[in-house]
Protein backbone atom coordinates (compact mmCIF):
# COMPACT_ATOMS: atom_id res chain seq x y z
CA UNK A 1 0.00 0.00 0.00
CA UNK A 2 1.37 3.33 -0.69
CA UNK A 3 -0.62 6.34 1.65
CA UNK A 4 -1.79 8.90 -0.85
CA UNK A 5 -4.41 10.94 0.79
CA UNK A 6 -5.09 11.85 4.34
CA UNK A 7 -8.43 9.75 4.53
CA UNK A 8 -6.01 6.86 3.72
CA UNK A 9 -3.30 7.54 6.91
CA UNK A 10 -6.29 8.45 9.24
CA UNK A 11 -7.83 4.79 8.42
CA UNK A 12 -4.24 3.15 8.67
CA UNK A 13 -3.66 4.98 12.05
CA UNK A 14 -6.68 3.74 12.99
CA UNK A 15 -6.29 0.04 12.50
CA UNK A 16 -2.62 0.15 13.71
CA UNK A 17 -3.92 1.35 17.00
CA UNK A 18 -6.77 -1.39 17.36
CA UNK A 19 -3.92 -4.18 17.09
CA UNK A 20 -1.42 -2.39 19.27
CA UNK A 21 -3.93 -2.14 22.07
CA UNK A 22 -4.78 -5.65 21.58
CA UNK A 23 -1.34 -6.33 21.81
CA UNK A 24 -0.50 -4.45 24.76
CA UNK A 25 -3.58 -5.77 26.34
CA UNK A 26 -2.52 -9.53 25.82
CA UNK A 27 1.06 -8.71 26.69
CA UNK A 28 -0.18 -7.85 30.30
CA UNK A 29 -2.52 -10.37 30.65
CA UNK A 30 0.38 -13.04 30.35
CA UNK A 31 0.77 -15.03 33.71
CA UNK A 32 1.89 -18.57 34.32
CA UNK A 33 -1.08 -20.64 34.03
CA UNK A 34 -2.88 -19.24 31.16
CA UNK A 35 -3.47 -21.03 28.09
CA UNK A 36 -2.31 -19.77 25.00
CA UNK A 37 -6.31 -20.08 23.62
CA UNK A 38 -7.29 -17.89 26.50
CA UNK A 39 -4.79 -15.25 25.39
CA UNK A 40 -6.38 -15.20 21.73
CA UNK A 41 -9.43 -15.01 22.85
CA UNK A 42 -8.44 -12.15 24.55
CA UNK A 43 -7.56 -10.42 21.56
CA UNK A 44 -10.20 -11.95 19.42
CA UNK A 45 -12.57 -10.37 21.84
CA UNK A 46 -11.07 -6.39 21.69
CA UNK A 47 -10.60 -6.73 17.83
CA UNK A 48 -14.06 -7.52 17.51
CA UNK A 49 -14.89 -4.24 19.99
CA UNK A 50 -13.42 -2.15 17.93
CA UNK A 51 -14.92 -3.22 15.01
CA UNK A 52 -11.89 -4.90 13.19
CA UNK A 53 -11.40 -8.77 11.96
CA UNK A 54 -8.54 -10.79 12.68
CA UNK A 55 -5.55 -11.20 9.66
CA UNK A 56 -4.52 -14.50 9.94
CA UNK A 57 -8.38 -15.93 10.17
CA UNK A 58 -9.63 -13.55 7.40
CA UNK A 59 -6.56 -14.20 4.65
CA UNK A 60 -5.35 -17.58 5.83
CA UNK A 61 -7.98 -19.58 7.34
CA UNK A 62 -5.34 -19.70 10.22
CA UNK A 63 -7.43 -21.57 13.92
CA UNK A 64 -7.13 -18.67 15.69
CA UNK A 65 -7.46 -14.74 16.05
CA UNK A 66 -3.90 -14.03 16.76
CA UNK A 67 -0.11 -16.23 16.67
CA UNK A 68 1.08 -17.40 19.76
CA UNK A 69 4.61 -18.92 19.65
CA UNK A 70 6.13 -20.38 22.80
CA UNK A 71 9.78 -21.14 23.46
CA UNK A 72 10.67 -23.27 20.81
CA UNK A 73 8.23 -22.27 18.53
CA UNK A 74 9.46 -18.97 16.40
CA UNK A 75 6.29 -17.82 14.78
CA UNK A 76 2.76 -18.87 13.72
CA UNK A 77 1.93 -20.72 16.54
CA UNK A 78 -1.76 -22.14 17.09
CA UNK A 79 -3.29 -20.89 20.25
CA UNK A 80 -4.96 -23.97 22.50
CA UNK A 81 -4.22 -25.63 25.44
CA UNK A 82 -0.54 -24.84 25.92
CA UNK A 83 -0.38 -23.40 29.85
CA UNK A 84 2.25 -20.87 29.40
CA UNK A 85 4.95 -21.70 32.43
CA UNK A 86 7.21 -19.44 34.62
CA UNK A 87 10.28 -19.09 32.18
CA UNK A 88 8.80 -19.06 29.34
CA UNK A 89 9.26 -17.09 25.93
CA UNK A 90 5.65 -15.89 24.67
CA UNK A 91 6.09 -14.16 20.99
CA UNK A 92 2.53 -12.28 20.00
CA UNK A 93 1.84 -11.37 16.61
CA UNK A 94 -1.48 -9.48 15.92
CA UNK A 95 -3.01 -8.42 12.99
CA UNK A 96 -6.08 -6.95 11.58
CA UNK A 97 -8.48 -5.34 8.95
CA UNK A 98 -10.59 -2.90 9.41
CA UNK A 99 -12.94 -0.94 6.52
CA UNK A 100 -10.29 -2.78 3.94
CA UNK A 101 -6.83 -1.49 5.19
CA UNK A 102 -4.99 -3.75 7.16
CA UNK A 103 -1.95 -3.80 10.20
CA UNK A 104 0.30 -5.94 11.83
CA UNK A 105 2.13 -5.88 15.34
CA UNK A 106 4.21 -8.20 17.67
CA UNK A 107 6.04 -8.87 20.39
CA UNK A 108 7.99 -10.97 22.63
CA UNK A 109 7.26 -11.68 26.58
CA UNK A 110 9.79 -12.94 29.24
CA UNK A 111 7.60 -14.52 31.66
CA UNK A 112 9.78 -14.56 35.13
CA UNK A 113 11.72 -15.86 36.27
CA UNK A 114 14.34 -15.80 33.28
CA UNK A 115 17.94 -15.86 32.96
CA UNK A 116 19.68 -12.10 31.88
CA UNK A 117 20.43 -13.62 28.56
CA UNK A 118 16.84 -13.94 27.76
CA UNK A 119 16.38 -10.70 29.39
CA UNK A 120 18.96 -9.17 27.34
CA UNK A 121 17.55 -10.86 24.03
CA UNK A 122 14.01 -9.08 25.18
CA UNK A 123 15.80 -5.81 25.13
CA UNK A 124 18.25 -6.16 22.38
CA UNK A 125 15.23 -7.39 20.24
CA UNK A 126 13.54 -4.15 20.52
CA UNK A 127 16.62 -2.47 20.11
CA UNK A 128 17.18 -4.42 16.43
CA UNK A 129 13.71 -3.23 15.36
CA UNK A 130 13.94 0.32 15.94
CA UNK A 131 17.48 0.19 14.45
CA UNK A 132 15.94 -0.72 11.13
CA UNK A 133 13.00 1.63 11.23
CA UNK A 134 15.74 4.62 11.75
CA UNK A 135 16.77 3.78 8.14
CA UNK A 136 13.59 4.39 6.44
CA UNK A 137 12.97 7.33 4.87
CA UNK A 138 11.87 8.52 1.05
CA UNK A 139 14.87 7.41 -1.50
CA UNK A 140 16.97 5.65 0.98
CA UNK A 141 17.34 2.19 0.41
CA UNK A 142 15.14 -0.74 1.36
CA UNK A 143 18.70 -3.25 1.66
CA UNK A 144 19.71 -0.21 4.64
CA UNK A 145 16.94 -2.34 7.07
CA UNK A 146 18.49 -5.12 7.13
CA UNK A 147 22.33 -4.09 6.76
CA UNK A 148 21.85 -1.92 9.80
CA UNK A 149 20.09 -5.13 11.70
CA UNK A 150 22.47 -7.14 10.21
CA UNK A 151 25.32 -4.93 11.72
CA UNK A 152 23.75 -4.67 15.16
CA UNK A 153 23.07 -8.32 15.34
CA UNK A 154 26.80 -9.06 15.09
CA UNK A 155 27.97 -6.33 17.23
CA UNK A 156 26.08 -7.82 19.95
CA UNK A 157 27.04 -11.70 18.95
CA UNK A 158 23.41 -12.58 17.93
CA UNK A 159 21.78 -14.03 14.99
CA UNK A 160 19.25 -13.83 12.65
CA UNK A 161 16.24 -16.04 11.50
CA UNK A 162 16.91 -15.53 7.55
CA UNK A 163 13.71 -17.13 5.98
CA UNK A 164 11.23 -14.76 7.93
CA UNK A 165 11.26 -11.27 5.97
CA UNK A 166 9.56 -8.08 6.60
CA UNK A 167 6.58 -7.22 4.14
CA UNK A 168 4.41 -4.34 2.75
CA UNK A 169 1.27 -4.69 4.20
CA UNK A 170 -2.43 -2.08 4.06
CA UNK A 171 -4.70 -3.35 1.61
CA UNK A 172 -3.79 -7.20 2.06
CA UNK A 173 -1.93 -8.64 5.19
CA UNK A 174 1.04 -9.10 2.98
CA UNK A 175 1.65 -7.25 -0.41
CA UNK A 176 4.06 -5.47 -2.24
CA UNK A 177 6.99 -4.79 -1.49
CA UNK A 178 7.39 -8.78 -0.55
CA UNK A 179 10.48 -10.32 1.44
CA UNK A 180 11.92 -7.38 2.86
CA UNK A 181 15.04 -8.99 4.13
CA UNK A 182 16.09 -7.79 8.06
CA UNK A 183 19.58 -9.19 7.49
CA UNK A 184 22.57 -8.32 4.83
CA UNK A 185 20.81 -9.22 1.55
CA UNK A 186 23.57 -7.68 -1.39
CA UNK A 187 20.81 -8.64 -3.77
CA UNK A 188 18.46 -5.96 -2.53
CA UNK A 189 18.04 -3.26 -4.97
CA UNK A 190 14.70 -1.56 -4.21
CA UNK A 191 14.24 2.03 -3.23
CA UNK A 192 11.70 3.13 -0.51
CA UNK A 193 9.12 5.61 -1.99
CA UNK A 194 7.09 8.43 -0.04
CA UNK A 195 3.75 6.49 1.23
CA UNK A 196 5.48 3.07 1.09
CA UNK A 197 3.49 1.37 4.31
CA UNK A 198 5.70 -2.01 5.21
CA UNK A 199 6.67 -3.70 8.47
CA UNK A 200 10.20 -3.70 10.11
CA UNK A 201 10.47 -7.32 12.28
CA UNK A 202 13.89 -9.02 12.65
CA UNK A 203 13.82 -12.37 14.73
CA UNK A 204 16.89 -11.80 16.93
CA UNK A 205 18.37 -15.30 17.91
CA UNK A 206 20.56 -16.59 20.73
CA UNK A 207 21.71 -19.35 18.01
CA UNK A 208 19.08 -19.50 15.29
CA UNK A 209 19.82 -19.23 11.44
CA UNK A 210 16.09 -20.82 10.07
CA UNK A 211 12.50 -21.27 11.07
CA UNK A 212 11.25 -24.85 9.75
CA UNK A 213 8.47 -26.08 9.59
CA UNK A 214 6.86 -27.57 13.39
CA UNK A 215 4.23 -30.57 14.31
CA UNK A 216 1.14 -29.09 12.30
CA UNK A 217 0.81 -27.00 9.15
CA UNK A 218 1.41 -23.75 10.54
CA UNK A 219 4.12 -23.41 13.72
CA UNK A 220 7.75 -22.65 12.73
CA UNK A 221 10.28 -23.54 14.87
CA UNK A 222 14.33 -22.11 15.15
CA UNK A 223 16.44 -23.85 13.54
CA UNK A 224 18.69 -24.67 15.16
CA UNK A 225 16.68 -24.79 18.41
CA UNK A 226 17.56 -21.54 20.23
CA UNK A 227 15.53 -18.37 21.93
CA UNK A 228 14.22 -16.10 19.47
CA UNK A 229 12.06 -12.75 20.06
CA UNK A 230 9.96 -10.96 16.96
CA UNK A 231 9.15 -7.13 17.45
CA UNK A 232 7.30 -6.07 14.66
CA UNK A 233 5.61 -2.31 13.62
CA UNK A 234 4.00 -1.46 10.70
CA UNK A 235 5.52 2.30 9.29
CA UNK A 236 5.01 4.04 6.78
CA UNK A 237 7.69 5.71 4.59
CA UNK A 238 7.67 10.24 5.02
CA UNK A 239 10.61 12.84 4.07
CA UNK A 240 10.97 12.81 7.68
CA UNK A 241 11.65 9.29 8.41
CA UNK A 242 9.12 5.97 9.45
CA UNK A 243 5.97 6.95 10.51
CA UNK A 244 5.19 3.87 13.12
CA UNK A 245 1.08 3.07 13.02
CA UNK A 246 1.20 0.62 15.51
CA UNK A 247 1.81 2.70 18.93
CA UNK A 248 -0.74 2.20 21.52
CA UNK A 249 -3.08 4.77 22.46
Known amino acids: MTVSNDDE ?39 EDAGARPGPELCYDFPGATCISVNEEVAHGIPGERRIAPGDLVNIDVSAEKNGIFADTGASFAVPPVSTSIERL ?51 LHEEPTEI ?3 PDRSERRTITEGL ?5 PFLSL ?8 DDAWTLVSEPKAATVQYEHTIVATRRGALVVTLPG
Open 197 to 201: VFTVE
Open 207 to 214: GAKLAERG
Open 122 to 172: CRDGRRAMWTGIRQVGVNKPLAGIGQAIGEFARRHRYTLVRNLASHGVGHS
Open 181 to 183: ATW
Open 9 to 47: LRQLEAIGRIVANTLKAMGAAIEPGITTGELDRIGRRLM
